[in-house]
């Protein structure tokens, strides 16, 4: 009987212990003290500094990202300075180490609530989207990562728009290595003004 109570004992610290590992994982790793001047201590962004939300990427998309900043695939004409500044801050991470690291750590952070005020057609910007986006990028804009393609719902309209206007102008998705921003580059060149407009305001609904 003793030895059963025993045994059920050291189960369940087993499966406490078990219980507690993702809780660990979560811990910030150290290189995230670098991120927070521009990206926030929860990766919310600042729209002053013209940075991102990162919160709530997928570790995948945050992982390619960095390293691609840090490889030249993004970030890399000179009439870019937000892309320079953040291929200048990817290059001194260690991508075996950091970049794992701050992609598995950033993932887990909840969907930042931004305030902004944007204006647009709901209804153009729904089919529009519909059109368009949703196929890789998820109904919701919640993104689609059988797709590599990236979460849109919840970031900085500017920051989008400022996304949309490089890959047009080939600031992005230009390196013949960067299937993925080659693939981006090519949809945002079928997309008018107007229409982007639209679009960008109903992605700010979701
Ligand atoms: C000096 C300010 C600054 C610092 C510090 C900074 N960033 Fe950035 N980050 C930016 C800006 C600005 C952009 C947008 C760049 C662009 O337009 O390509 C950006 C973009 C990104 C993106 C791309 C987001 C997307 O949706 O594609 C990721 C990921 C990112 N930063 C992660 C980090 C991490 C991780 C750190 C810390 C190691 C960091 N940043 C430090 C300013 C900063
Ligand atoms: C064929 C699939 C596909 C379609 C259709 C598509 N995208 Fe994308 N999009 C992608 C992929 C893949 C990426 C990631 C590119 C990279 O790795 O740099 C991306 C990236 C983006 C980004 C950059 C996000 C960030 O955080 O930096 C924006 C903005 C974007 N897409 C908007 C749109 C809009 C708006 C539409 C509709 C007009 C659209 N996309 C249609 C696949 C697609």
Redesign the pocket.
Known sequence: MYRFILSSLYCTSLLALIASLPLLAKETPKAYAQCIACHGENGEGNAALSS?AIAG?SEQ?LS??LK?YASGK?GYESADSYGQQMAAISKSLDLNKDVPELAKYIATLPKPTIEQKVSGDLKNGHR??HA??G???GGQGQGNSS????K?AG?HFDY?AR??QNFSQGM??KHPD?K??R??AM??R??SDKE?AD??FF?SQQ
Not at 147 to 150: G, T, Y
């Open positions: 991102p990427l998309y390619r990202q691609n993004r529009y989207y368009k986006c196929a890789c990028h797709f590599k393609a990236p849109l970031q989008l996304q949309m992005r998705g960067d993925y921003g693939q981006m949809m945002a079928t997309v982007l679009i960008l992605i």
